[in-house]
């Protein structure tokens, strides 16, 4: 299928529920990841954004709907594990997804479950530490690492295994504000060199903002989707789904209820700087 | 209290008895052990003791260090050595004094006995201290491979024992963290009776189980996520190989066995 070196995950019409649920999770979703693309799922809690990241690598089988990852459909048990491989998850506590009692032997565990010969593992994981900057860490015990090291760890274990999509599963939640900076600029590196597709479950508006398309989940259904200056700028929508918009956007929009000519797509600080001084100038 | 606990004591180091292959340390020490057993008399302990004193020495360890270890041990061993002493049945009295009797059979059975269970305890010791867990693991695993055409679960084993060591000092740090948190609201660990005592570690333990409980799910889904599926067409990152060394060790040990054996044609 030529479509298959455009789109990483196909998601068309996918429902899930839950086997002691009476009510969907996941409704009626259609998503496209196109290569090299970086989506990040946004939603409240219980809005269906976690299921939905766990419908994409096979973790959880589709009740209606396929999704097909790389071209694989999830519903094939015969291509789980190439599934995987495809699509790796990082979870959200860095605690929980550690297997091993040393840097590099957890980084190994996804090749050697694969069957990957040793003298390739060798290889695959120093490449992949060091595209997460912890080739000083392989052979220390993960307990010792800090949060935002432990999650460049699940990540580089993911990397080795070199997959085309990156899947980050709230992966910054339980992580403090210089944790969530490292693991946020690994990823964005990740995808810019390596054009790794990424999709990053959050609700920091801050991260979200950096993606290339935004979805917005409610109630297991998508909710809003565009670029996040599209999404963004609908602040009382935004903010009738639970949610907030980031904060530049946030005072972009007080700013404009006072008054003040300003526009109303502003996302980063950078804009916002940029913007003031184009006002301050012409005044 | 819970900090105590120093399972799979590791004493990193570069040492040949480091750097043997750790199937050939493991069957060694078995090799060791069924020596120590045949040993019958003193001279016999001298031997032993020499041998364990020149393994410890090659192995870079400390003696003292090692005989430290057996401190843990001296209520078992002073109870086995009274317990043999009174009540192994034997022909010459060494003293009696009402119903008790001591027998020249019984005191060399406690010595003999106390002896045992100290060269057992040093000897195992030296495995865990030069070993890494992880090279002990993974020479369980294959050493009890075969094993696994009689269905038995070599790879679910060490697995178990690599995440169990993986997760005891992150169940450490909770126990810390639930204890303070517990102690924040009034929970008092330390005083009152033994039973009061037990009591109050209940609000410790259910929240470490419950939370115990999650993480060994969270780690299930992680595991699979990362395309785990038992321990068929595995490869692992580190082969073990059989060196020099192994032949070395395995010479010495022979050796000790020969000359145990022959001591005790010749004294015996």
Known sequence: ??????????????????????????????????????????????????????????????????????????????????????????????????????????????????????????????????????????????????????????????????????????????????????VMNTVHRLNREEGISVVIITHYMGEAATADYVIVMDDGRVAMSGTPREVFTQVAKVRALGLDVPPMTDLADMLRADGIGIRADVLTVDEMVEEVCRLSSRS | MLNDITLGQYFPGNSPIHRMDPRMKL??????????????????????LAFLYLVVRVSGISFKYLVKGIKPLRFILIFTFVLNLFFVEGETVLLSLGFVRITKEALENAVFFALRLVFLVMGTSVLTLTTSPIRL?????????????????????????????????????????????????????????????AKAMIPLLVPLFVSAFRRANDLAMAMEARCYRGGDHRTRLRELKYTRLDLYGLLATAAFIAVIIAEGKLLG
């Open chain 2, 27 to 48: 069957i060694l020490t078995i090799v060791y052990i069924v020596g120590v057993f045949m040993v019958s008399n003193l001279p016999g302990y001298a031997i032993a």
């Open chain 2, 137 to 197: 693991t993974d020479g369980l695993e294959r050493l009890m491979k075969p094993l696994q055409r009689f269905h038995f679960p070599a790879h679910e084993l060490a697995m178990m024992m690599t995440i169990a060591l993986r997760f005891i000092p992150t169940l450490l740090e909770e126990t810390d963290k639930i204890k303070k948190a517990q102690m924040a609201r009034g929970a008092d660990f330390e005083s009152g009776n033994l039973i009061a005592r």
């Open chain 1, 1 to 182: 299928m030529a479509s298959n070196d455009v789109n990483r995950i196909v998601a068309s019409h996918l429902s899930y529920a839950y086997p002691e649920a009476d009510r969907n999770a996941v409704e009626d979703v259609s998503v496209r990841v196109k290569k090299g693309e970086f989506l990040a799922i946004l939603g409240h809690n219980g809005s269906g954004k976690s299921t939905l990241a766990k419908l994409f690598n096979a973790l959880y089988v589709p009740s209606a709907g396929t999704v097909w990852v790389c071209g694989l459909d999830t519903k094939d048990d015969a291509l789980v594990f190439d599934i995987r491989q495809h699509a790796g998850m990082v979870f959200q506590n860095p605690d929980n997804q550690i297997v091993a009692t040393v840097v590099e032997e957890d980084v190994a565990f996804g090749l050697e479950n694969n069957g990957v010969e040793p003298a390739q593992i060798r290889l695959r994981i120093d490449e992949a530490l060091a595209a997460v900057n912890m080739s000083d860490f392989a052979l220390k015990a993960p307990h010792l690492l800090s949060g935002g090291q432990k999650q460049r760890v699940a990540i580089a274990g993911v990397l080795a295994m070199k997959p085309d999509v990156i899947i980050l599963d709230e992966s910054t939640a339980m992580l403090d504000p210089s944790g969530r900076q490292e």
